[in-house]
């Protein structure tokens, strides 16, 4: 990944609204979440929620689908590997005792359904 893409990434999650609906969307999984039920279950404007999600999906955190007369939204899981694969690179410069913990958390520690502490 380039620097520039990580860097529009980490800058559309820079915001409290945006890193919801992403959130929502990564814990929904690939059947993703129709618009209007994004904003009901973060209690957002539609007008805000259009525009959070015209910011990530222009950061290539997330794609849409039509279904009907929904719109449904999903995370971009490619995408979000790809950055947390950049932001961890060549980690702690290969010292276990630091890179551990987080290589648990990427490897499932608590993801995908593990339990948090």
């Not at 529009?8 to 929904?28: E, P, T």
Request: charged letters at 15%; one cysteine or more.
């Amino acid at each position: 990944m380039e620097s520039k893409a990580a860097v529009n990434m980490l800058s559309a999650l820079g915001h409290d609204g945006r890193l919801a609906i992403f959130r929502l969307l990564v814990q929904a999984g690939p059947a993703g979440v129709a618009a209007g039920e994004i904003a009901r279950a973060l209690k957002v404007l539609p007008n805000s929620l259009s525009a959070n999600l015209n910011v990530l999906s222009h950061a290539g955190l997330i794609a849409s689908r039509r279904d009907g007369r929904s719109i449904i939204y999903t995370a971009d899981y490619d995408a979000m590997t790809g950055l947390l694969g950049f932001l961890l690179e060549d980690c702690c410069a290969g010292a276990p005792q630091i890179c551990a913990p987080l290589s648990a958390i990427v490897s499932g520690g608590m993801a995908c359904g593990a339990a948090k502490a």
